[in-house]
């Protein structure tokens, strides 16, 4: 991963992690998670309920890929996007970039996404 923004980025791997972090994820309105496993799932879950925008991207098929196969998974990815989850699969970042306060991602595609 490039870009002079790549120290910024934070890893969820535990609660212990979460707690390291958490005034930081309080504090944003734009969440973009890299990963659409278990736990990437249940972050987008629990922070888009809490009103934030969220943006998963998953460099699989679909979510979870790893744990389900496909038809187990599509209904949960329905009711993500419907909660207002956006879900990029087949893609994932490449470089993160300072743009004033927030953060820009680009990903392999070339697509940009803002996040605090």
């Given at each position: 991963m490039s870009g002079d923004a790549v120290g910024e980025l934070v890893t969820l791997?535990?609660?212990?992690?979460?707690?390291?972090y958490q005034q930081r994820i309080t504090n944003a309105k734009r969440i973009l998670?890299?990963?659409?496993?278990?736990?990437?799932?249940?972050?987008?879950?629990?922070?888009?309920?809490?009103?934030k925008?969220?943006?998963?991207?998953?460099?699989s098929v679909h979510l979870m890929s790893n744990l389900m196969p496909h038809f187990?998974?599509?209904?949960?990815?329905?009711?993500?996007?419907?909660d207002g989850v956006q879900i990029e699969c087949l893609d994932y970042a490449t470089a993160?970039?300072?743009d004033g306060t927030s953060l820009i991602v680009t990903?392999?595609?070339g697509t940009q996404y803002q996040a605090d």
């Open positions: 791997n535990s609660l212990e992690d979460y707690r390291a998670i890299m990963g659409g496993g278990l736990i990437g799932t249940e972050l987008a879950m629990d922070h888009v309920t809490s009103g925008e969220v943006q998963i991207l998953e460099p187990v998974v599509t209904e949960q990815e329905k009711q993500l996007r419907s993160i970039e300072h990903t392999k595609k």
